[in-house]
């Protein structure tokens, strides 16, 4: 029996060039939810739930697919979420706050079979060290990369890495919107091994 088709349930170009690392052949598609936090939720929790969300939101849409759902939250070091910018006020306010602390990336992962209504989720964090930002490099830097859809205001695989002082985690895709090796295991536990996928036919 064929293995059922992939959808990322993302608009974002980010995590479409990730996945495609996996060498896996996948359709995209923009789900529409509110991405409001509720009342007291955690980072991690409001993580998780929004990439559920995301799978889950496409389901009737494309059944007899496995949807992947990803979405992500940045925390400071007292508690509060910092989520997409928008614009470049509020991604200067957040560059900000960031200046100078260690702020953990909380990544939401979701795989769902859209027939069966299976979902497996996870959440996986990444710290990111800033270092002491001026004013001056805040502004140069936003300027140059604009990254007012990123959450915490930075795109790593740019000139973003300029920002930081030191990475902490055990996969840096996370911190671009799709945890690779997270979705590599869940994968494989579902009876798909992307590596063996792509082995060269004999």
């Not at 830097?141 to 915490?152: F, I, M, S, T, W």
């Not at 930075?154 to 920002?163: D, Q």
Request: aromatic letters at 6%; charged letters at 25%.
């Amino acid at each position: 029996m064929p293995p059922k088709p992939l959808l990322l349930a993302s608009s974002s170009p980010y995590r479409r060039e990730l996945l495609e690392r996996l060498g896996l052949p996948f359709t995209c598609a923009s789900p529409d939810i509110d991405e409001s936090p509720y009342q007291g939720e955690t980072g991690e929790a409001l993580a998780t739930r929004l990439a559920e969300s995301k799978a889950r939101e496409l389901a009737d849409r494309f059944p007899g697919h496995w949807i992947i759902g990803s979405d992500q939250v940045a925390c400071l070091p007292d508690g509060s979420v910092l989520s997409k910018p928008g614009n470049h006020e509020m991604a200067t306010e957040q560059l900000r706050q960031s200046s100078g602390h260690r702020v953990l990336f909380l990544t939401g992962l979701a795989l769902l079979d859209s027939d069966s209504g299976k979902i497996d989720s996870l959440c996986e964090p990444f710290n990111v060290k800033f270092r002491e930002l001026v004013d001056e490099e805040i502004e140069a830097y936003l300027l140059r990369e604009k990254p007012y859809d990123c959450a915490g205001s930075f795109k790593m695989e740019g000139l973003g890495i300029t920002l930081f002082e030191a990475l902490e985690g055990r996969d840096p895709n996370s911190l671009v919107g799709l945890p690779l090796i997270a979705l590599n295991d869940l994968l494989r536990q579902w009876g798909r091994n992307p590596l063996l996928e792509n082995r060269p036919a004999s």
